[in-house]
């Protein structure tokens, strides 16, 4: 008999304890989608993340824009991890003071949003150029947090830094980009490390230079892409990279010669001031 009680009390139940599943499962909302910024899943089109510090770099200059332009709008890319809906999603931020060197007369963020019907967006820099900046960059860090659209997504994903300049722009932040420098410009760090801390302007413009890249053009390390002036594909690779070293040897000799024994310097990283030194086969890295 007590079995049959039981029973019944049980077969009562269930229709409100399904009924009560079925509400929670009703309960998710697109909300709840994380905001980030690009990462190596993204790594073909937005190029800028470095898993070393977990951080999304962009670099920029006004070298890209015509003289007569006072203003340049950059779109910093963000992107969510759930499905896109059917109106804008603003974006919440804060700046990083550590990382922000900007003063608020060199840039402003207009918005920062994902449209409706994406699930990628951007916060808007306005930049406004600055005669201080033909010798120098700038930098804003921001950091994404909770906004009423969207929570973030992960914490490896929600720090960036928009760095610009009047002077020649770095190529992507990014391992295999940052190893090609490393290979060519002779440091303590090894060819194949991927720390941008000796990374120099001077010497990016003096490889260019000496290889006859364009200003726009810097191969990675493993998987090169054309270069647009030759049709040719660069070969790099720890095993390869003297060759290109022995011709930045040969453009600062040249340059020595040309300023009265005078040595290309550093003009930023650690080495700023310092001579730049190529990583030709059997140099010794002079502090």
Known sequence: MKNKILAIILLALFPAITACQKDEIMLFDLNDSGVMFPGAGDATTYKGYNSADKIYYINESFLNIPLSQSTYI?????????????????????????????TSTQYKILHAVIPS???????????????????????????????????????????????????????????????????????????????????SPNAHKAILDALGWPINYWPTYTNSVTDPST???????????????????????????????????????IDNGKEIQPRVTGAVYVP
């Open 74 to 102: 950059i779109d910093f890319p963000v992107r969510v991890s759930g499905d896109s809906v059917s109106r804008d999603r603003v974006i919440g931020y804060e700046l990083i003071p550590t990382l922000t060197t900007a």
């Open 117 to 199: 019907g994406s699930r990628y967006g951007r916060i808007r820099f306005e930049l406004t150029r600055d005669a201080a900046l033909d010798n120098a960059s700038v930098k804003v860090g921001i950091k994404l947090k909770d906004s009423d659209d969207l929570k973030v997504g992960s914490n490896e994903y929600m720090k960036g830094v928009l760095t610009w300049t009047n002077m020649l722009p770095m190529y992507p932040n990014s391992s295999n980009y940052i190893r090609t420098y490393n290979c060519i410009v002779l440091t303590p760090l090894t060819k194949t490390s991927t720390a941008n801390t000796y990374y």
């Open 231 to 269: 049709g040719t594909t660069p070969i790099l690779g720890a095993y390869y990279t003297d060759f290109y070293a022995q011709k930045l040897k040969t453009y600062l000799d040249a340059y020595a010669a040309a300023n009265g024994g005078v040595r290309l310097k550093h003009n930023a990283g």
